[in-house]
């Protein structure tokens, strides 16, 4: 018996998402809205009193690090593996999942937040916002939250988070010009990491990634779209966040033609 | 054919000694002082992950041609690699929390200890070299976050901002780990595993950086883990690979705190 606790199909909560459907174990889903702070809500802090997501439960086991949670999926549950057997290619599978998740993903998301958790939270009552952040178990959380909520990222901050991310896009390029995944031949855990991260690149960064420029990452992107596991997950997002997804089908080759199949 | 370049046995460097030792597997040492930028000289080997690795400086292994860096995960390539010992726990959620413990050590605990020892040890030193020259030498390390942390270090002001902060940053993960070390004898559970060398390497230094913080008094589970680890011959072993005679002082910037806060 599975049961995910997850938002969106994007960033942390993806990553579980794609590993389980990639595997095809099924797995009882707990949508929570992180935007209207259901993590931090005492029915989910019972199952994770970090109060971040996601968590996975598996029988008596609970799980609340989305990159270990993944190579735990991979090696706990039968379907095809997601990690190369060869020990040089699994380092670098975890090395560019850290890069992935200490170095890409914080200068992104902190743009991210700025730009559309942050507005879209303002929405709602500043008294009300303030008590929930106040909730929030974790310091270094509750931070993020304070800056992303009031707008407290400084320039200087911000300045720093695009050169990083400018910077790690052309690493990536550079790395996806030499090997089709990210640990050589075959897709792995380091594809689905880099997938969650990076989906929208495309959108959010339509000057830094595209065909002309990152034309690997575009590729890969793309790839990894088409496959079933990432449509089946995808199609479970309700925002248009998650819908932003649909920018990666590829445009059709030629002109539609009329009528039936030959 | 293997090769482990790294410095005095302690922090990052100590990991892969230590792991090597467990496993009884001889390498060819190739010692080097990261405080004289050694290993960013052009023979140096290194490779793109090598450079960018997010514990800025530490040891390189060098496995049949492969450069392998990163610590944690060089752990994780030495236990998948080589026979002896299995450092690996065999069961999922055992493996589930090493590398979790692995995540913390490097992204939480990490940092702030290489801080610490940074402000204690290496701040001193890089004072009463030549100034300029000093900053010459800085000025042409690459990528820019490695330069940025010997940078800072130069710059370091005499007061303690920066080690109240550090100290503030142990504590929520030195709380996890006494209480984890408090329900079972290993950082994973009843196997020992590279977790344990991982956060060993991380943490001796500790009750002479932060007594107030980990001691006999405030965490007695991760003294008597500190213990238990001092007693295998594997520790004793890499320890006197030691040519200072004071492995505990040596210390080089190490993962950069989280930027959001």
Same mark, same amino acid.
């Given at each position: 018996m599975v049961t995910l606790y997850h938002w969106e199909p994007n960033a942390n909560s993806g990553k579980p998402m794609l590993t389980l459907a990639e595997k095809g174990v099924g797995y009882e889903s707990h949508y929570l809205d992180l935007l209207k702070f259901d993590q931090h809500q005492p029915e989910y802090l019972r199952i994770n009193p970090d109060g971040t997501i996601p968590a996975l439960v598996h029988g008596d086991r609970v799980l609340t690090e989305s990159t270990p949670m993944m190579e735990y999926i991979d090696e706990a549950f039968p379907g095809p593996p997601l990690r190369p057997t060869d020990p040089r290619a699994r380092w670098q599978m975890r090395w560019w999942m850290r890069f992935f998740d200490a170095y890409f993903a914080p200068s992104l998301s902190m743009i991210g937040w700025s730009v559309f958790i942050g507005p879209a939270a303002r929405q709602r009552d500043p008294a009300e916002l303030r008590a929930a952040v106040e909730r929030i178990p974790l310091e270094s959380r509750r931070i993020a939250w304070r800056k992303a909520l009031f707008n407290e990222f400084s320039e200087e901050e911000l300045t720093e988070s695009r050169r990083r991310v400018v910077f790690a896009t052309g690493v990536l390029e550079a790395h996806l010009s030499q090997h089709p995944y990210i640990c050589g031949e075959a897709?792995? !855990?380091? $594809?689905?990491?880099?997938?969650? !991260?990076g989906y929208a690149l495309p959108l959010s960064q339509p000057e830094r990634c595209n065909d002309q420029k990152t034309p690997h990452i575009m590729e890969w992107l793309r790839k990894i779209y088409e496959r079933p596991a990432t449509r089946a997950t995808w199609a479970k997002g309700r925002t248009q966040m998650a819908a932003r997804v649909g920018m990666l089908e590829r445009a059709a080759a030629g002109p539609k033609?009329?009528?039936? $199949?030959a | 054919m293997l090769e482990l370049y790294h410095w005095e046995p302690n922090i990052f460097f100590l990991k892969p000694m230590l792991a090597l030792a467990e496993k009884g597997i001889e390498y060819?040492?190739?010692?080097?002082d990261p405080?004289?930028?050694?290993?960013? =000289?052009p023979d140096f080997p290194a490779n793109r992950e090598s450079r960018l690795q997010l514990e800025r400086e530490g040891p390189v292994l060098v496995h049949d041609g492969a450069i392998i860096a990163s610590s944690f995960f060089m752990l994780e390539y030495i236990a998948e690699t080589f026979p002896g010992p299995t450092l690996l726990p065999t069961e999922p959620y055992e493996r589930y929390r090493m590398h979790s413990w692995g995540q913390i050590?490097?992204?939480?605990?990490?940092?702030?200890?290489?801080?610490?020892?940074?402000? =204690?040890y290496l701040v001193p030193a890089l004072r009463s070299r030549p100034a300029a020259q000093l900053r010459a030498q800085i000025a042409t390390i690459e990528p820019l976050e490695r330069r940025s942390a010997w940078a800072a270090l130069v710059a370091a002001s005499d007061d303690d901002t920066a080690a109240r902060a550090a100290r503030s940053r142990l504590a929520l993960p030195v709380q996890r780990l006494e209480a984890a070390l408090g329900g079972s004898p290993w950082l994973a559970g009843t196997q020992y595993s590279i977790a344990d060398i991982d956060a060993f390497a991380m943490l001796n230094a500790l009750p002479t950086l932060a007594p107030t913080i980990v001691g006999q008094r405030s965490t007695p589970h991760i003294s008597a883990f500190l213990e =238990?680890?001092?007693a295998r011959p594997?520790?004793?072993a890499a320890m006197a690979l030691s040519r200072t005679g004071r492995p505990a002082e040596a210390f080089v910037p190490g993962p950069e705190a989280s930027r959001w806060g």
């Open positions: 897709y792995s !855990l380091g $594809d689905i990491n880099g997938f969650n !991260l033609r009329d009528g039936g $199949d | 060819t040492g190739h010692y080097f405080t004289n930028f050694e290993q960013f =000289r050590v490097a992204l939480s605990l990490g940092g702030a200890v290489a801080a610490l020892g940074c402000e =204690r =238990r680890m001092h594997a520790v004793r």
